[in-house]
């Protein structure tokens, strides 16, 4: 069966945001590639969305109305398991894609790997400009928690593989679905590390838009530090030691909530005592502890403007 012929089903979970996931719909219907459902699971009564999607009369389109919120992992779950594609692409309700993502990310999937998981650049809007993320592509060569967290450079969006641009197939979402956890997609990627077969790709090209600042809670935007280091702390046994470490002090060590001396402290020793930490690692953790986020920021901005002019 080629390509063409596979039928994908791209799954949406939403709640309480009518306009942005029409938009996002409306992306995923707008695909180049001809073999595609698009199934939108409503993640509790909202009837403003369900409204705003009866508006679309696109046969290619099932909405599924759950009668309690069960969390966007479950909603995710529960449209793999109504989807009648054997590939699974997810798309976040306030995100959109190019239309040519689909056909891109199927036609590069590589032969003899059981369990590829495409991913792809997004364009990457923020009050301080539009980024292109990741600047570094993950191959089949890599392990995934290598590639997430082992980073070699100082900056964020050298990594990036977020739920919006990954398609997958759904033999392993089925063996091994998106957990429960407060950083289910983080956690899906690392767990997914350890099967057999699998493997995370970055095709090229820019083929999704990644909205960062819609109230995501994401490693860097959660105020509770306890429960981001008691995460990151779970996933020990799933990453090597150097990607473990890379977790504590480059994404953990990020956040804002991470500034007091006692947590640093904390941070620091559980990479020294559980993990092998680059140099990288430890730069970043520094800049980080001694630069105020402003400056960081003017700072990188300075240096990508120069490599670009360069």
Not at 154 to 170: I, W
Not at 181 to 198: A, M, Q, R, V, Y
Not at 227 to 252: C, F, K, N
Request: a neutral charge; aromatic letters at 6%; glycine letters at 8%.
């Amino acid at each position: 069966m080629t390509s063409s012929q596979e039928l994908v089903s791209v799954v949406i979970p939403t709640r309480n945001r009518p306009d942005l996931v029409k938009r996002a719909v409306e992306s995923a219907l707008a695909q180049s590639y001809a073999a595609l459902e698009v199934i939108v699971v409503i993640d509790g009564p909202d009837p403003a969305t369900a409204g705003a999607l009866g508006g679309l009369s696109d046969p290619r389109l099932t909405v599924i109305e759950l009668p309690e919120n069960k969390g966007a992992a479950e909603a995710r779950n529960i449209g793999v398991h109504r989807a009648a594609g054997d590939w699974i692409a997810f798309l976040d309700d306030d995100d959109l894609w190019l239309e040519g993502k689909i056909a891109t990310q199927m036609a590069a999937r590589p032969a003899g790997l059981r369990y590829p998981i495409m991913s792809c650049r997004s364009q990457v809007p923020t009050a301080r400009g539009t980024f292109e993320w990741p600047r570094r592509l993950a191959t089949a060569q890599d392990s995934i928690g290598d590639y997430l967290f082992v980073r070699k450079g100082l900056f964020k969006g050298e990594t990036f593989a977020p739920t919006t641009t990954l398609l997958a197939p759904k033999e392993l979402l089925v063996r091994h679905p998106i957990p429960k956890s407060p950083f289910d997609d983080w956690e899906w990627l690392i767990t997914c590390g350890k099967i057999d077969g699998c493997a995370l790709i970055t095709v090229p090209d820019v083929l999704a838009v990644h909205f960062t600042e819609n109230n995501r809670v994401t490693l860097s935007t959660c105020h509770s530090i306890d429960l981001a280091l008691g995460w990151a702390e779970s996933m020990r046994d799933y990453l090597s030691p150097r990607a473990y470490a890379g977790l504590l002090l480059q994404a953990t060590g990020g956040e804002s909530a991470a500034r007091t001396a006692s947590t640093r402290l904390r941070i620091l020793g559980s990479a020294l005592r559980d993990g092998a930490p680059t140099p990288v690692a430890l730069a970043t953790f520094a800049m980080h502890s001694l630069m105020p986020v402003g400056l960081r920021r003017r700072v990188r901005q300075a240096l990508f403007s120069a490599s670009r002019a360069a």
